[in-house]
Every structure is written in C-alpha cells, then in structure tokens.
C-alpha cells in the first residue's frame, strides 16, 4: 500500500476548496437569456430584420473580441460570452430601421475602442454597449435619431412628449409596448419579464435600477408637465423612453458601475437625475443613455467615497473614524 | 430571537447524516503528533521501546496555552520521532505500535462534588487534552480561563455550516444527554448562567431531540439558526445569538462571550464523567475519490491512506486532500499524514471538485462584497494586494478577514481572493515587525 501511495502527488490549493457553479459564462447566459423576450417582442413588432441585427451584432463583436485578441496574441475570451451580450445590447437600443453594416461599426467601436484597449472584460470604464450607441448617433444622426416603422418615420414618444403635439399613445401602449422605438426599449412588460429573471437569478440586484427608475418616476412626478396628470406624466417618463430597458440592463453594467452597496444607489439616483435634467433642459429628448456614460465615469471615485462599515464597527465610531481620517488629510495638506 | 449578520454564500451541502456512524478498527501502527493544537507543543513523556495503554498522557507542555496529548491505542511505542503533520511540516510524534488489546488507563471520573466545582472540572479539561474539536484545535481550558470575568454567555456552536460535514450533528443525535451534560460542566468552568445553543435548521431532528431532552432544564436556550455558511463562524454565531459584535482584532471575550464546539462539549462530558481524553473523534470521509460518504470514528494518530482503504479504497485517482470542510479546510500533501483532535473532515477530492480557471479576470459584478460576513470589499483588496499597497490594505481593513471563502466561493471568475488576503495579512505582519525591529534599534540609537 505504502509504495503506491507514495507515489501519488496531490495538489495543495488554498481555500475555499470548493465554488459555485455560476462562473461569468453562466451569467453571461442568463443576460441572454433575460433578453429573450424583449427579443421575441422587437422581432413581432418590427419584423425579421431585428432578428438579423441582433443576430449579426452579436456576431459582429464576437469577431472583433477574437480577431483582435489574436492578433494581439492575447488569450481568446470570447467563451465568456460578454462579446455576445455587448453585441445584443448594442442593437437592443438602436432604432429598427438601422443597417446591418451600422450596427456591426458600433460593434467595432464598443469591442476595440472601448472594452479591449482597455484590457477586455472587467476593465473597461465605459459602458460598450452604450458608447457604440452614442458613437452611431453622432456619426449618423439622421438615420438613427428617427424611428421608422415599415417605411414610415414616427416621432418617438418621448419627442411627443416633450415636444408642442400632445401624446397620442396611452399609458398601457407605452407599457406594453405598442409604440414606435428603439428595438428592445419599447415594451416595458417584456423588460421587466426579463428583470425578474436576472434578479431570480442574481445576476443583478434590485439596488441599481429601482435607484434610476425611482428617481426618474419621483423627479417627474415633482416636476410634472402641462397637460398631463402628475401620475400619468411620471409613468411615462419611465416607461416610454429608454429608462426601463437601459436602468435595468445597462446601468447594472459590472465593470462600469459601483460595486459598493450605498455606491450603487449613489450611481443609481445620480442617473436618474441627470435622464431627468437632460430631458427638462437638455436639447435631446431621451437622457438616459448618456446620463448612464456620465455617471460610468464617476463609478471609481463614488467607490472610494463609499467605503463600508466593517463587522464590529459601531455606526458612530464608523463616523468617528471617517472625520479623523479627513482631519488627518487636512493637516498633512496645511 | 436570532439577529442576522449580513452576507453569506450557500454552498452545495452534500450532507450525509443518514449514513450511519461506524468505527475504523484502529491501525496497526498510529502516529501521535506532539502538536495537536494552537500554542505550545508537545514534550514527549515516552521513550521507545516504553509499553503504553490508551488514554494515557504521552506528551506535555507546562505553557498556559497548550494541551495535553494522549496514545491512541494501547502498545508498544516503536519510534520518537519528526513525521508528517496534516499542516504539512514534519512534526515530533510518537508512534505506536498497536497490540490490539485497546488496554485502557483511564483517569477517575469526577465526583459528584467535584462537577459543581469550577477548577476541578478545567483541571480536567486541560489533563484530558480537550481543544477546540471545530477544527481551530485552540486549548478550550486556556479558552474557558481567560474569559472569567469578562463571559457572561456561553455560546455552543451547533452551526456545522461547512458542507459534507456531519460529525456534529450525529453526536447531537447519539449522545443528547451526555452532550447536555458535557455543555452544563463548561458552563459551571465558565462560571455564568446564559448558555444559548445554535444549531442550523438543516438539522432539525436533532433540535427537536435535545429540546426533548430537557435542553431548558440545563439552562441551554437552543436557538435554531438559517441555513447559511458562515453561520459557524465564531464572529457570526455571537452576533446570531446576542446581536454583539466582535471589534476588529478583538476577542469573543471582549463582548462577554465565549464559543465552544459541539464536539468539545461532548469531549468535556467524556473527560469529566468517564475519566476519558480525546483520542478519537467522528470524522466524515467523502469526496468524488471514494466510494461513498462515511461518517466514522477514527482514532487520532490513524493516517489517510489506512482510512481511505478502510471506507473501501479509491475509486479514482485523488488529486487533493481536504481536511475539515471544504470552505475553510486545507491542503494534506501525504496519504502518510494523520488524523488529530480537530479533523472533522477527511475529502478527497479529484478534478470533479476543481472549478479553477487559468487565467481568472475579474468582471467587478461585486457579489464577493455582497457575500462578505466581514462587510468588506474583497475586490479592491485584491487590486491593493496585487499593487502591493499596504497603506490601502490597511484602509480596507483586509486584516479583519475571517478567511471563511465566501468571496471565493461566489466569485464567477474564480479570482483567488481568501489566498490574496490570507498571504497580505501575512506580509503586514512582516512589515509590522520589521517596522517594530528599526523603530527599536534606532531608539536604542538614541539611548546611546
């Protein structure tokens, strides 16, 4: 017995010895999977066509991340399936009238430009998804500022709303979805079918996105608008624009959003308000997209301002403690 | 009642308590390492060639934190001498060579006066080698005596919230009185009236059967617990059971509280009632190595590679040997390595178990600071430990870290973090002492 075992070797690993099973290619999939009916429902309202725009854009950023980390000669992540998610998210705000080849340059733009000159996955400080967005839009804003439905150009509902003719779509056809829009921003039924699943799952916490849409519905409700009643106003800042879908899937983004806990409420309040500011006062009617960048820039510093209170750490020598350390840098200032 | 402490993972349990306890015949040889616990080791009081019975004291330490170690078997001792430890090093340890006569020398029971007495009852538990059988292995008489004045509340851990494990609880469901009355006697050595007992829900039989037992008439609250790893954790219990918090670098005294284990309660019952040491204890062996889980008693000093053939040999290849539970256990290189006081595990896993990766990245999705009982931020620690940056590991409190494994567990892209902050914490200390080294040297500079 003994001159067999002598021979084995083991391995000596440090603990835990164990993990979960969910690894970064199984929450990768869940995104997907989330996505599914908000997919399901773009491709009934505006036809095969936005199948083959999630289909290509994913596809498209899968190249990309591969193309460019092997010539690199860096290791290919693209198992991971966050190529995947970038790609599908991309197209989920774009309108459904956008060409193929567009949404495969926004693919470029937020794979090499924005996530992988940066180092790939988890390093990236924009949102890729969102920037490919904001890089379209500026690159081609008469195609893509306009939704076209079957050949016809509507206004969207946001533009109604803030613009002189008043609102034709009611609450329920915002929240359903029965209104023209980006691709996956229009029912916010299925976006919270898929909500629900990405909080089931914990993928996501509810911290980020009930912080945007709260403070969205809340800064509506106080701010309200000629014409309408305070409540139908609030609902529809949240339901007829790109705050739902993009509260919920961008702005819970890992690598561009606080992973503190009070920061991720923070980051969240601080989106809603600037959707909100961009919407009163700005000159473009959906805010939210780029209040989402503003604040992807602030994530490292509301971090380390959001520094927790340890185990054993009584609230008040918590407080006690973050004064001294402010005096602290007082002094070696002065 | 029940306060709840924030974070925790929930692990896949893999519990077998329906497997019915068995016992591993005792080897032909045991190996008693001289280090069974935390503190100072062993003496050997025997030389080769010397006859020993079992239970009888074969190493000792005069040192206040340190305990007493016993043979296993009765027999003839073979060879004094360094042998691999489960730690890993080569440690003193005499080794017997078994007669199978198991010819006991056990100490007097205590009399009836002597279990109302305080010192008699620690007298005991020290000279029976009773440690901390969690797997801490700290000298649980060191434990009792230095919290005297400052415990008001005794808390015993039923919590065995480490997966595969379930020595504890099939002691719950063997031994209920013997138990209660174990945990009584370290009351009274304890000297204070509030003993709560916590034991996970998971484990509800056993609840029911203690409660049957008349746990209130001993003055043990049994405080049933959710199922959630840490739940065990000294620092999770006593905020569990009373609402108090451990201040960092601070001891469970410091609250008023002391945790002893459901195993080491049922040792003092076996020390003071039967007049035996600790010289076996209930060990679960599984893994995806073996056949099947057991839960067995094994004798301290029994080495691996006799304990795997003994549950039925291996039905592939190891490639790792876990001691205790698979959140908090380590690493035995040897099959040669043996059993000791505080191995309530024995895994042996192969790659079914291993979820590494090669090259682990971090996606910043911020569940290890969800999941941190501590309430820290294991991510960025990592980026300091990867800098190097002291001052910010620091600031981060990385020495607060109670290496449970939660972050690690949880962490999607398998990022090695209790390892990173288990070797910062080791070169604080360096740092520390170093810094202590010059600041003494250039006061002595001064002196001159």
């Known amino acids: 017995m003994n001159e067999k075992n002598e021979r084995m070797i083991f391995d000596v690993t440090y603990q835990p010895q164990v993990r979960t099973v969910r690894d970064t290619q199984r929450i990768m999939l869940d995104v997907i999977i989330a996505t599914l009916p908000i997919v399901g429902f773009g491709v009934y309202r505006f036809g095969w066509h936005a199948l083959l725009l999630v289909v290509s854009s994913m596809a498209g950023c899968v190249f990309f991340e591969w193309a460019y980390r092997r010539l690199l000669k860096k290791s290919i992540t693209i198992d991971d399936l966050s190529a995947a998610v970038t790609g599908l998210l991309l197209v989920m705000v774009l309108p459904p009238q956008t060409p193929v080849w567009m949404a495969v340059i926004g693919d470029f733009f937020a794979i090499v430009i924005v996530k992988q000159l940066y180092g790939g996955i988890g390093k990236n400080f924009l949102n890729p998804a969102l920037a490919g967005r904001a890089f379209l839009t500026a690159s081609y804003s008469g195609v893509l500022t306009v939704v076209m439905i079957d050949g016809v150009t509507s206004a969207t509902p946001l533009g109604y709303l803030y613009g002189d003719s008043p609102m034709p779509y009611t609450l329920a056809q915002s929240f359903f979805g029965a209104i023209p829009g980006s691709i996956g921003e229009i029912s916010s039924f299925a976006i919270l079918a898929g909500a629900a699943y990405l909080i089931a799952r914990k993928v996501i916490r509810w911290r980020i996105p009930l912080s945007v849409i709260g403070t969205v519905f809340a800064v509506s409700f106080l701010g309200g608008h000629a014409g309408y009643g305070r409540f139908e106003w609030a609902l529809q800042n949240v339901c007829a624009g790109g705050v739902m879908f993009t509260g919920i899937f961008m702005a819970t983004d890992y690598a561009t959003s606080p992973v503190t806990i009070s920061g991720q409420i923070i980051y969240g309040i601080g989106i809603g308000l600037l959707t909100m500011l961009i919407r009163y006062f700005g000159g473009y009617a959906e805010g939210c997209s780029y209040a989402i960048l503003i604040m992807n820039l602030c994530t490292w510093a509301i971090d380390k301002a959001c520094h927790r209170r340890q185990f054993g750490v009584s609230r008040s020598d918590f407080l006690a403690q973050k004064t001294a350390g402010k005096n602290a840098k007082k002094e070696a200032v002065s | ?448």
């Open chain 2, 1 to 448: 009642m029940a306060f709840k402490f924030k974070g925790g993972v929930h692990p896949d349990y893999r519990k077998s308590p329906e497997v019915p306890v068995t016992v591993i015949a005792p080897p032909p040889q045991v190996v008693i390492p001289m280090a069974q616990h935390i503190g100072a080791p062993c003496t050997p009081l025997v030389k080769k060639g010397d006859t020993v019975k079992m239970y009888q004291k074969i190493g000792e330490s005069a040192a206040p934190v340190s305990a007493p170690v016993h043979a296993s078997v009765s027999g003839t001792v073979v060879a004094v001498e360094p042998r691999p430890h489960p730690l890993g090093d080569l440690i003193m340890s005499v080794v017997i060579e078994n007669d199978y006569q198991d010819t006991p020398e056990l100490m007097e029971p205590l009399t009836p006066a002597q279990l109302k007495d305080p010192e008699a009852i620690l007298r005991r538990i020290r000279e029976a080698g009773v440690v901390g059988m969690g797997g801490a292995m700290f000298p649980t008489a060191f434990k009792i005596s230095s919290g005297r004045g400052k415990v008001d509340t005794l808390i015993i851990n039923g919590a065995e919230c480490e997966p595969y494990i379930n020595g504890d609880h099939l002691t719950m469901l063997q031994y209920p009185d013997e138990l209660l009355k174990g945990i009584e006697l370290a009351r009274i050595a304890q000297g204070v009236e509030k003993v709560y007992y916590g034991i996970e829900k998971n484990k509800q039989d056993a609840i029911d059967l203690l409660n049957a037992h008349g746990a209130a008439k001993y003055g043990i609250e049994i405080v049933p617990e959710s199922t959630i790893y840490p739940q065990g954790g000294e620092k999770m219990q006593i905020k569990t059971l009373t609402g108090r918090e451990v201040k960092p670098g601070g001891l469970p005294a410091g609250v008023g509280c002391c945790v002893i284990s459901t195993r080491t309660a049922y040792a003092i019952y076996q020390a003071c009632y039967e007049g035996k040491s600790v010289i076996e204890r209930i060990v679960t062996v599984a893994g995806s190595a073996v056949k099947g889980p057991a839960n067995a008693v094994i004798r301290v000093g029994t080495n691996f590679g006799y304990i795997a053939e003994q549950v039925g040999g291996f039905v592939r290849t190891p490639r790792k040997i876990v001691l205790g539970g698979p959140m908090m256990g380590i690493c035995a290189t040897t099959l040669e390595a043996v059993t000791v006081k505080g191995t309530a595990g024995l895994l042996f896993f192969t790659e079914e178990e291993d979820r590494t990766v090669e090259e682990p990245v971090c996606i910043r999705c911020g569940k290890c600071i969800n999941v941190c009982p501590m309430r820290l931020e294991p991510t960025y620690m990592y980026q300091y430990y990867k800098k190097r940056n002291f001052e910010m590991l620091e600031k981060y409190h990385v020495t607060d870290c109670i290496e449970c494994g939660s972050c690690t567990f949880r962490c999607p892209a398998r990022m090695p973090l209790t390892h990173a902050f288990k070797t910062a914490k080791l070169m604080l200390q360096a740092r520390a002492a170093k810094e202590k080294a010059r600041a003494e040297a250039a006061a002595k500079e001064a002196r001159k």
